[in-house]
């Protein structure tokens, strides 16, 4: 079945560093991709999302790449501040209502 | 702004007790979802439905039932609950879609089972 795999947290950076979640999934078809953030004491909100190969989201600062061929969506952002600390999910949606989410990922930024 | 609310944030109950979790969308989404969240496991999907009165099996129903009477209302029930129940509970809804289509989450009901 489809699954989706993230680098194991915690990241733990400083303020204004670069960051790079990396994400992989296995589908059988063409899913769609999404990136998930959880803010502490919140529920999930969507943080971008790419629905066919080759297509960037990006929402503020952080951007992902839909590669077909190596099967992944890693996230990523030029300068972290400490309000991006969160937990982030990747997620896959693949032809229907249903989305399958990674284990997710703990951010830390430090100041 | 799509509202998404959990009746309630913390819940306690004893082993054994009926317990019943409320959801509630103000945007008139056909899709309503109930899942639970674990340290390192992420998001397992228990129940969702498409529809009034129409439901389907996740990942992991066992132990779990829902209920869908009103568009706006999905309710997750816990028949018997049991310590391994203790878990984050998230409900989240979207419109009807092949994919690309945002789920907008609740707060999330943390629920300790004692």
């Known amino acids: 079945g489809d699954s989706v795999t993230q680098m194991e947290g915690p990241v733990t950076l400083s303020e204004e560093a670069f960051l790079t979640i990396n994400c992989t999934y296995t589908a059988t078809g063409y899913p769609s991709l999404f990136w998930y953030v959880q803010y502490p004491g919140e529920g999930l909100q969507l943080l971008l999302k790419a629905t066919k190969a080759d297509d960037k989201g990006s929402n503020k600062g952080f951007e992902a790449t839909y590669r077909k061929e190596t099967t992944s969506f890693h996230l990523e952002k030029g300068s972290v501040q400490v309000s991006d600390s969160a937990v982030y999910f990747c997620?896959?949606?693949?032809?229907?209502?249903?989305?399958?989410f990674g284990a997710g990922t703990i951010l830390r930024v430090k100041s | 702004d799509v509202k998404v609310t959990q009746s309630s944030r913390y819940l306690v109950k004893r082993t054994g007790e009926k317990v019943f979790l409320e959801c509630v969308q103000d945007m008139d989404h056909e899709n309503m979802f109930w899942y639970r969240q674990d340290p390192g496991l992420g998001l397992r999907l228990i129940y969702f439905s498409y529809d009034v009165k129409m439901k389907e099996k996740g990942d992991i129903p066992e132990g779990y039932s829902v209920s869908r009477e009103k568009k706006e209302r999905f309710s997750l029930i816990l028949e018997s609950a049991s310590t391994n129940q203790t878990s984050m509970y998230l409900c989240a809804s979207s419109f009807v879609g092949t994919g690309g289509y945002e789920q907008y989450f609740g707060p999330g009901t943390r629920l300790t089972v004692t």
């Open positions: 997620a896959l949606s693949e032809g229907g209502n249903k989305l399958v």
